[in-house]
């Protein structure tokens, strides 16, 4: 095998898009090793080869344990890797991400650090959800009241058509069982969805922490993408599953949700809503392959880096 210090970084143009990725991949119960570029998953039934880089999120479910060299491939690949149960996800690690340009990034950050703007990226927003609704002048108490209409109507409906009994939202952290039926399905599909849209978010090069609607919390951003797709993908899979049995919600949650997601080509819609939203192109933008690295100067104007400026250069 060779070592992690022998191989050198796959550059960006080496990797597989993001949008062609696996959505997610579920272990449990095993030893997560590392085979060359790939990672192997080692139970007792034997070892399964699982090429790195065709993976969006690598959820480890109980009983998994993962050893520093598989860590160090998902790393390299942009994979991100995320610790779940019954007790709800709890996100440990990602990889780096896919693009070397940080026009994205910047463009999240002006766009996050205006009110005007970030009122206006959260009901584009608002529209990707609810396209028969315009929210334009709508204030952020607004927009917010109105989200949770819709989202309790969804959850009525879902019950109507698939015929599960609905006695609102429960969900106590810390206690996955806690819940009825479909509430563990609407969980499970939820733990999903942050997956996924982690990935995306973390593949991208955003940041992670600067959301529009969600505020307060390292993945504020990732939450405000997995919303994007909650009504639409995530409640009516979890009621579909929670219609079919009560047995084993947490696992067939997630193969449906797959499904779905592979189906709905969700990572492509991912990546494209995201640039959408922020709109990082503009002229000279870098390329998401481009390793350019700049040097900010006197009224905005960026120098090429590698270079010494102590000869009184004048830009």
């Known amino acids: 095998m060779t070592t992690v210090a022998q191989r050198r970084a796959s550059s960006p143009r080496e990797l597989t898009r993001v949008a062609e990725r696996i959505s997610f991949v579920y272990l449990e119960r095993c030893v997560v090793h590392r085979d060359a570029n790939a990672i192997t998953a080692e139970d007792a039934d034997g070892t399964k080869h699982i090429p790195s880089a065709t993976i969006g999120t690598l959820l480890l479910g109980p009983g998994t344990r993962i050893t520093h060299q598989a860590m160090s491939v998902l790393a390299e690949s942009g994979a991100a890797v995320a610790w779940v149960g019954e007790q709800g996800v709890r996100y440990y690690a990602g990889g780096r ?35 028969d609704e315009d929210p334009s002048g709508l204030t952020r108490r607004e927009l917010l009241g109105h989200e949770g209409h819709r989202v309790k109507e969804c959850y009525r409906r879902q019950a109507e058509r698939t015929d599960v009994p609905w006695r609102g939202r429960h969900y106590v952290p810390g206690d996955f069982t806690a819940g009825d039926a479909p ?74 949700l797959r499904d779905a997601v592979n189906k709905n080509r969700l990572l492509d819609r991912c990546v494209n809503d995201i640039k959408l939203l922020l709109q990082p192109e503009g002229p000279g933008a870098a390329s998401a392959a481009d390793d350019v690295v700049m040097l900010e100067s006197d009224s905005g104007v960026a120098v090429p880096a590698g270079r010494n400026y102590a000869d009184g250069m004048t830009w």
Not at 102 to 114: F, G, I, K
Not at 220 to 225: A, E, K, Q, R, Y
Not at 226 to 251: N, Q
């Open 183 to 256: 509430n563990q399905a609407v969980t499970a599909a939820a733990q999903c969805m942050y997956g996924i849209a982690h990935a995306v978010v973390a593949a991208l090069g955003c940041a992670t922490g600067l959301g529009f609607v969600h505020s307060g919390h390292e993945l504020s951003f990732v939450l405000d993408v997995a919303d994007l797709y909650k009504t639409e993908i995530g409640i009516p899979v979890a009621f579909d599953v929670a219609a079919e049995s009560t047995e084993d919600i947490g696992s067939r949650t997630r193969r449906a």
């Open 97 to 131: 991400a896919l693009s070397r340009s940080s026009a994205l990034v910047e463009a999240q950050a002006t766009l996050w650090a205006n009110r005007r703007t970030r009122l206006e990226v959260a009901r584009a927003m608002y529209r990707l959800r609810f396209p």
